[in-house]
């Protein structure tokens, strides 16, 4: 065996990579339950079946890495016993990947028309080799019993990556052969193929790349690699699946070579039918791609930092000579408390600007209040991260507590006022319009949830170094502040989907009144309104508002309660609003 740093520190890169995939692979699955609920039942359960057994192989990962780094943290002669958890993980590994490949086979027996036997015959042939696995692994006690059973991890990394390129190869044979004559599903074809593509490179990559490292290298950087590889099998399967919506949508534009013969056979019998709709946009400026970009860019970068400093304490300093002192103030240490500042600051001042938006409708005084805030919380931030370049040592942080509580504290107060400040702002934009309504209640739950959420690490962090203040948890918990920000801000841009989805459900199933002039300032005010929280709206005004008539009359004789009154007073403040009115011809071959 080799170093500390070819052992443990790649068990420990290992671990963190993995936990990155894990986040997107949470992602990937919101995004199939939420967009397929109609799915085959089968898949639906497989994919639940494989994200719990993909968070419970990253908790064995993360238990057996701080089990040697942690627990037995500088005693080299006990290190090398194989814990529990590390045999576990390597179960659970064997089942991940068994159990993406046969979906995958499954797929391409589909796809062959069930004539194949050779994919149950592979897919056997790994599960055998896999169970043999498991089984010399549970048989070792020490890592210096790995050669006992390196026949059986080259078979089975040989194995994996053959079956991967097969299945991979197999599926786009299959898919050139479905080729058709229309260039939309050609285009179709070739876009999946090129998501099969990668999906199998990828797996199949880290397979040969943790068989190369174990056959060339006698240290454990093989085992680092192999965490990623449950990892990139689930999200190599869930990319496929939700590339179905891309597809989907790259072949929905209607074209002449979609327009078959039976399309026009009783063209002379249809009625035509013009269905009128109006579209209201705001010119209100948005986020942007930028803002988000930047917030992605600096949490990737304390992330970055973070990891440095936990693996120069726990890794480098691991033996006694390395000359790391665990009281010593790492400069990563520094710097990720500085982009934590940065990135607190960004949210809260993104917050800000929104509260400010919002009262320039409503009310003047909440967003100077609110800005007030924000501008103490940079303040006493700058005050706390110059305190920390001040520091050499842990126990001089003492000296400093002062900022911390203060920094701390001010960032749980501004968080409460953040919320308080922007719900009770949406409360006052309420108006006699069911659809409006609905999108600012489930806005203000975002805004309670998320505001919650960091108000709650902020005061968790404030309370532990309150109570403990000479170890390193609160450390720990500030860790995870950044995060929830970001995903705090971001889950509320993209509330705006959901949201606006519930409203054109809403507006299906109403009737169409009919509109005037005034009754569009009405509505167009109310767009504007959200336009100040969540960006572009796009309404079919005719049908989310079905009580058009009652409110054009109420604000005409200027009895109009809620919002809307007190929004045509406010007309000149509003940003430009384009109606857009666009006819469609539908033909219905029902009445001849």
Not at 93 to 103: E, K
Not at 141 to 146: F, P
Not at 309 to 331: E, F, K
Not at 535 to 549: C, I, R, V, Y
């Amino acid at each position: 065996m080799e170093s500390v740093d070819n052992t443990l520190g790649a068990g420990f890169a290992g671990d963190v990579a993995a936990s990155i995939l894990f986040g997107i692979s949470c992602t990937q699955c919101y995004y199939y339950y939420v967009n397929y609920p109609k799915d085959w039942m089968f898949q639906k359960i497989a994919v639940g079946i494989l994200m719990l057994a993909d968070a419970l192989h990253l908790a064995v990962t993360t238990h057996g890495m701080y089990y040697y780094l942690v627990t037995l943290y500088g005693k080299a002669d006990t290190n090398m016993k194989v814990v529990w958890s590390f045999k576990l993980q390597m179960a659970l590994n064997v089942f991940i990947v068994v159990t993406v490949q046969s979906l995958y086979a499954l797929r391409v027996w589909k796809l062959g028309g069930y004539f194949s036997r050779s994919w149950p015959i592979a897919v056997l042939l790994f599960v055998v080799a896999g169970l043999v696995l498991v089984v010399e692994t549970y048989r070792i006690t020490e890592w210096h019993g790995l050669h006992r059973m390196s026949w059986s991890i080259c078979a089975s990394f040989s194995i994996s990556t053959v079956i991967d390129i097969a299945l991979a190869i197999s599926m786009c044979y299959y898919l050139n052969k479905a080729r058709t004559g229309f260039s939309g599903t050609n285009n179709t074809i070739t876009l999946v193929m090129h998501y099969v593509l990668i999906s199998g490179s990828l797996t199949s990559a880290c397979s040969l790349t943790a068989l190369i490292c174990y056959v060339t290298m006698d240290n454990l950087i093989f085992l680092g690699v192999s965490f990623l590889l449950t990892k990139l099998y689930i999200n190599s399967y869930l990319s496929m699946l939700n590339s179905r919506s891309v597809t989907r949508n790259s072949s929905s534009n209607p074209g002449a070579q979609n327009f078959g013969a039976g399309s026009i056979m009783n063209l002379r019998n249809m009625r035509p039918q013009v269905s009128v709709s109006t579209r209201i946009e705001t010119t209100g400026g948005g986020d942007g791609e930028e803002k988000v970009g930047g917030l992605i860019a600096l949490d990737a970068t304390h992330l970055a930092v973070t990891t440095q400093a936990i693996y120069s304490y726990a890794i480098s300093a691991y033996t006694a000579n390395a000359g790391i002192s665990l009281d010593t103030v790492l400069w990563s240490v520094k710097l990720q408390m500085l982009f934590n500042l940065l990135i607190v600051i960004a949210v809260q001042s993104l917050y800000a600007v929104r509260i400010w938006k919002l009262g320039g409708y409503f009310s003047r005084w909440c967003p100077i209040v609110v800005a007030c805030f924000v501008l103490s919380g940079y303040a006493i931030g700058s005050i706390l991260v110059y305190s920390m370049y001040q520091l050499e040592t842990w126990d001089d942080l003492l000296d400093y507590s002062w900022a911390v509580y203060a920094s701390l504290s001010v960032s749980t107060g501004i968080d409460i006022v953040l919320a308080s400040a922007m719900c009770c702002l949406l409360r006052r934009s309420r108006s006699s319009f069911d659809g409006t309504n609905n999108f600012i209640t489930r806005i203000i739950q975002y805004v309670l949830i998320s505001g919650l959420l960091t108000g709650a690490c902020s005061l968790a962090a404030l309370i532990t170094f309150a109570t403990m203040p000479h170890n390193w948890i609160f450390y720990a918990i500030s860790f995870l502040l950044t995060k929830l920000y970001v995903n705090s801000y971001i889950s509320m841009l993209n509330s705006r989907q959901s949201t606006r989805e519930s409203m054109s459900a809403c507006a299906a199933s109403t009737a169409c009144p009919l509109m005037s002039l005034r009754c569009l300032k009405t509505k167009a005010t109310n767009g504007a309104i959200i336009e100040g929280l969540s960006g572009t709206l796009d309404e079919k005004t005719d049908s989310q508002f079905p009580e058009t008539t009652r409110s054009d009359e109420e604000s005409s004789s200027g009895h109009g309660h809620g919002s809307v009154g007190h929004a045509h007073m406010h007309m000149h403040t509003l940003p430009k609003i384009t109606v857009l009115k666009t006819e469609e011809v539908r033909y219905d071959d029902s009445k001849k």
